[in-house]
């Protein structure tokens, strides 16, 4: 394959020659990386085998891992899925187009490759003008994994895909940063109550005030039918290490103690408190703002990779709301 391409692209109002080119690709069974509101996914033609055997490949990601299946309307959504239920579809009304997948019974025009076996398939519809542009453009529902090499932090922008895919992936749509930077958050609803399968860019306290109780699939009985539960995940080359939110003590000791044993050091903090103690290029403090922060982490991660970092010492969030899924991500990029 020639080397990758990046197109620019509008992210508000998407050019339709643009989205041609990379809708033509699809038609012929390649891969196109593409922005949507979380991060930039690894496009695929849902049904075209090879080139969901591709995904796989291209990102190193193992085979019981299923792939989300993004549609762009009913047409599509019922190609896919054999029964929405009440739930579901108070969801869908809710956040669709939007950051929530969800967890139902699929076809039979869904291939067990995709689902890895499973009877269910994970589906969303993406809140971002340039992703649905492309698959009304290429008509059917396209596969849409994080672009980027399984376990490394998921992409934020154009540059991440091409830095992990160059030469995988024929066309890169650039249509700017991701704007929620955090993957969408999985919802089984084929149980009741409804269960929580991965925490994302929705928070339980919005999916309740829609649809009541539901369960954060905590013990992990039910993670093989979610993408990004299993399996370490949005890890940067360097060993990540948590320290408690606003606590300076334990912070300033660990760093001494990790440069004292000759590491190169990154930092990640956002509270004032620990701001103060900023140390060098490799030491990056975000917003306190928990919306700004996620938007930020993964790309930071990213930097401090680029600065050959060995261990990056990151401050904990709150775990309310949006915080939850903050400290879901470390805790997977830790190993736990």
Excluded at 25 to 43: I, N
Excluded at 179 to 198: A, C, F, Y
Excluded at 284 to 310: C, G, K, M, Q, Y
Aim: glycine share 10%.
């Amino acid at each position: 394959m020639a080397d990758t391409k990046i197109l620019a692209v509008n992210a508000g109002n998407p050019e339709p020659e643009v989205i041609e080119q990379a809708a033509a690709v699809l038609r012929g069974g390649g891969l196109v990386g593409f922005p949507t509101e979380t991060v930039y996914g690894l496009g695929a033609d849902v049904l075209n085998l090879d080139a969901v055997r591709s995904v796989f490949r291209v990102k190193g990601r193992p085979g019981d891992n299923p792939l989300i299946v993004h549609v762009s309307g009913t047409r599509q959504l019922d190609d896919v899925v054999d029964e929405i239920p009440d739930k579901g579809k108070m969801l869908g009304e809710a956040f669709w187009p939007g950051p929530l997948t969800l967890v139902m019974k699929r076809t039979i025009l869904v291939s067990d490759l995709v689902t890895a076996g499973l009877d269910t398939v994970a589906v969303r519809m993406p809140g971002h003008p340039v992703a649905l542009a492309l698959i009304r453009a290429f008509g059917e529902g396209i596969v849409g994994p994080s672009a980027n090499l399984s376990g490394r932090p998921s992409p934020t922008t154009a540059q991440h895909v091409y830095d992990d895919l160059r030469g995988q992936v024929e066309i890169i749509l650039d249509a700017g940063p991701t704007t929620i930077g955090l993957e969408s958050t999985v919802v089984d609803v084929t149980t009741e109550p409804p269960m929580i399968l991965r925490l994302g860019g929705l928070t339980k306290e919005r999916i309740e005030e829609v649809i009541g109780q539901v369960e954060i699939d905590t013990a992990g009985s039910r993670n093989a039918r979610s993408p990004g539960t299993r399996y370490r995940h949005y890890a940067p080359r360097a060993q990540v290490m948590l320290v408690r939110h606003e606590d300076r003590e334990g912070f300033a000791a660990l760093l001494q103690e990790q440069r004292q044993s000759g590491k190169i050091v990154g930092c990640i903090v956002h509270s004032p408190l620990l701001a103060k103690l900023e140390t060098g290029d490799s030491f990056r403090v975000l917003p306190s703002s928990i919306e700004i922060f996620a938007r930020h982490l993964f790309r930071t991660l990213r930097e401090l990779d680029a600065l050959r970092a060995e261990v990056i010492i990151v401050e904990g969030v709150p775990e309310q709301g949006l915080g939850a899924t903050v400290m879901d991500r470390l805790r997977r990029a830790s190993n736990g």
